[in-house]
T-cell receptor
Framework: GAVVSQHPSRVICKSGTSVKIECRSL??????MFWYRQFPKKSLMLMAT?????????EQGVEKDKFLINHASLTLSTLTVTSAHPEDSSFYIC???????????FGDGTRLSIL | KQEVTQIPAALSVPEGENLVLNCSFT??????LQWFRQDPGKGLTSLLL?????REQTSGRLNASLDKSSGRSTLYIAASQPGDSATYLC???????????FGDGTTLTVKP
């Protein structure tokens, strides 16, 4: 079964709307979670590292005020795309690593479409 | 900065063929390498994980090898089937619970 749950799987909304995506680790605690973005026919690009109890670390070129990350508990990280525009349309996917060399587990992703 | 390259970008083969997908990385200081499968519009399915101390891993018709010193990994698919059609991604991690750096993937089409 899934060890990382991501919700919602699909969002279609109007330009200007803020959209929140949740990523939950199931049956294990994740002090760190990662948020990736994937453009069509491209690979996954890391956007930011979510850290439980502290500020997220953003990759170069990613707008902090645009993509708000909150990691309020050891099992939940949220990504909020604020005032979304059509160029924010993409596939967003989170991952939560387990230690001890376990495979990195990914959520099923969220397809965001901004009209 | 770690860079991961996958060759070829796309591959089309007839059903039943054996095939090899390639992944190379620039920084050999990795903790592990993971191969994923992604179907169109879907998330990632983990196929094989190779720790830095390992040379290969096998699961069914899949075999992944790792040559850390040369910065290369291969994914071998035996007796390919149309259901194997998907994009295959490799990803490397530098640390135990660190971020993954992905290649651009190889899109495989297996024709009946």
């Amino acid at each position: 079964g899934a060890v990382v749950s991501q919700h919602p799987s699909r969002v279609i909304c109007k330009s200007g709307t803020s959209v929140k995506i949740e990523c939950r680790s199931l049956d294990f605690q994740a002090t760190t979670m990662f948020w990736y973005r994937q453009f069509p026919k491209k690979s996954l690009m890391l956007m930011a590292t979510s850290n439980e109890g502290s500020k997220a670390t953003y990759e170069q070129g990613v707008e902090k005020d645009k993509f708000l990350i909150n990691h309020a508990s050891l099992t939940l990280s949220t990504l909020t795309v604020t005032s979304a525009h059509p160029e924010d349309s993409s596939f967003y996917i989170c991952s939560a690593p387990q230690e001890n060399g376990q495979p990195q587990h990914f959520g099923d992703g969220t397809r965001l479409s901004i009209l | 900065k770690q860079e991961v390259t996958q060759i070829p970008a796309a591959l089309s083969v007839p059903e039943g063929e054996n095939l090899v997908l390639n992944c190379s990385f620039t920084d050999s200081a990795i903790y592990n390498l993971q191969w994923f499968r992604q179907d169109p519009g879907k998330g990632l399915t983990s196929l094989l994980l190779i720790q830095s101390s390992q040379r290969e891993q096998t699961s069914g018709r899949l075999n992944a090898s790792l040559d850390k010193s040369s910065g290369r990994s291969t994914l071998y698919i035996a007796a390919s089937q149309p259901g194997d059609s998907a994009t295959y991604l490799c990803a490397v991690r530098r640390t135990n619970a660190g971020k993954s750096t992905f290649g651009d993937g190889t899109t495989l089409t297996v024709k009946p």
